[in-house]
């Protein structure tokens, strides 16, 4: 396994565009998240996922806003009527709840720029 | 709710040089604390962690000792290299495993 993955790794797009980003987590990880970084931050946390359950979703996930992970495998995020205010880093991280290590792996991330 | 306040930045050392970014904490129960690094064009790394109180928890020279007291995991270094430049990440999670991120310390260690 080669870890976390995300797809594509940068993406620019027009103002009210939409965008769909993909992340490939840790194949036994049951557990997956998606944070948004912007510059000078640190990642902040949007939803996550155990198995094919959204089991939370944070404020900062407007309704342009949605996730899925149909099969409790990867998982698509994504952004409609995009807004320049979208611009970031968006991050996505798997861990698994079962076993003592629980820890959290983070893929490279998708850099969104909106123009 | 949690939050994770640390050492603003940047940090600019000389090599050899010892490195200590500050890190507090607000959260609710017994969290879990980490320190995550990212290094220039890389994805966030976990550097170590610590899950209970007094537990020390260290990696490539890196440690940072659990504080309950303080509500506190600082990081430490004795001796930097050119190498350890990156951005570095204070967290924490509770129950939910929902992680809590500080702003970033970026450190840039010059030869």
Redesign the interface.
């Known amino acids: 396994d080669t870890g976390v993955s995300q797809d594509p790794r940068h993406k620019i797009t027009k103002r009210g565009q939409n965008v769909t980003f993909r992340c490939d987590p840790i194949s036994e990880h049951n557990r997956l998240y998606w944070y948004r970084q912007t510059l000078g931050q640190g990642p902040e946390f949007l939803t996550y996922f155990q198995n094919e359950a959204q089991l939370e979703k944070s404020r900062l996930l407007s309704d342009r806003f949605s996730a899925e992970r149909p099969k409790g495998s990867f998982s698509t995020l994504e952004i409609q009527r995009t807004e320049q205010g979208d611009s970031a880093m968006y991050l996505c991280a798997s861990s698994s709840s079962r076993g003592l290590d629980t820890e959290a792996f983070f893929g490279q991330g998708t850099r969104l720029t909106v123009v | 709710g949690n939050s994770?306040t640390q050492m603003e930045g940047p940090v600019t050392l000389s090599e050899e040089a010892f490195l200590t970014i500050n890190c507090t904490y607000t959260a609710t129960g017994y969290p879990s604390l980490?320190w995550?690094v990212q290094y220039p064009g890389?994805?966030?790394?976990?550097l170590l962690?610590a899950t209970k109180a007094d537990d020390k928890g260290s990696n490539k020279g890196f440690e940072a000792t659990y504080r309950k007291e303080t509500t506190s995991f600082h990081l430490e270094k004795g001796s930097v290299q050119v190498s350890d430049s990156a951005v570095y990440?204070c967290?924490l999670h509770s129950n939910?495993?929902?992680?809590?991120?500080?702003?970033?310390t970026t450190v840039t260690v010059r030869a």
């Open positions: 994770v980490f995550y890389e994805g966030l790394q976990l962690k990440f967290a939910d495993y929902k992680l809590s991120f500080g702003a970033g």
